[in-house]
């Protein structure tokens, strides 16, 4: 069965502390992968996907993320955080068959001023 | 274009009650999906539709539970009668036609049911 595992409930950065959210997915075909951030009190807003190319792809608010295939993972990184990035994060995975997507649980990050 | 629109945003009601949730999804997108989110089960699908048409309900907890789209700009989530354990935040999402896009959410109605 599909899943999406991300291992890290919480994560705690210091503003200016480059950032990596690890997502881990189980799928037998290449997914279609997202990301997407949740700010308190709000919806889901997309950051960026892959679904096929170029394995680095860069997406919203300066956040890329690279799709590794040998190691089923699509890591969120920025360079540089900003107290603004303070928010939960979810990696999703979709087959493109039926339009649903696996979500995983989520992380927390916690950004120390 | 306006995104994924939800009303209300915030709903407090007595248990027993009838609560109805509402989503405009964005003008041509042919998905929508109704989420819930809690603490303890995360983010949960409950029901999609393609062109208006339920898809796959078998997130739906219990028959309290239905949801209507009889157009394609306008769903309905109800839940009768309603029990303090449905109080999560309620999203609704669409997509168009093509599975590598993405879902757009709406901002979440926060039901409170007392």
């Known amino acids: 069965a599909q899943s999406v595992t991300q291992p890290d409930i919480h994560i705690t950065v210091s503003e200016g502390a480059s950032l990596e959210l690890r997502c881990n997915y189980s799928y037998g075909a290449t997914p279609y992968l997202f990301w997407y951030v949740q700010s308190p009190g709000q919806g889901l807003q997309l950051l960026l996907k892959y679904f096929s190319g170029d394995t680095l792809v860069q997406g919203i608010k300066g956040f890329e993320a690279e799709f590794k295939r040998s190691q089923s993972s699509f890591n969120l990184r920025k360079p540089s955080v900003h107290w603004s990035d303070a928010a939960e994060y979810f990696c999703a995975v979709g087959d493109g068959s039926n339009y649903q997507l696996i979500w995983g649980a989520g992380t927390k990050l916690i950004i120390k001023p | 274009d306006a995104g994924v629109i939800q009303s209300p945003r915030h709903e407090v009601t007595e248990m027993g009650q009838e609560v109805t949730l509402r989503c405009k999804p964005i003008s041509g997108h042919d998905y929508l999906f109704w989420y819930r989110q809690t603490m303890m089960r995360g983010l949960e699908l409950l029901i999609y539709?393609?062109?208006?048409?339920?898809?796959?309900d078998s997130g739906m907890p219990e028959d309290r539970f239905s949801a209507k789209m009889p157009n394609a700009s306008f769903s309905t989530l109800k839940i009768q009668p309603s029990e303090p354990r449905d109080s999560a935040v309620y999203f609704c999402a669409s997509s168009p036609p093509r599975p590598n896009y993405g879902y757009t959410f709406g901002s979440g109605t926060r039901l409170t049911v007392v």
């Open positions: 539709f393609n062109n208006n048409v339920p898809i796959d």
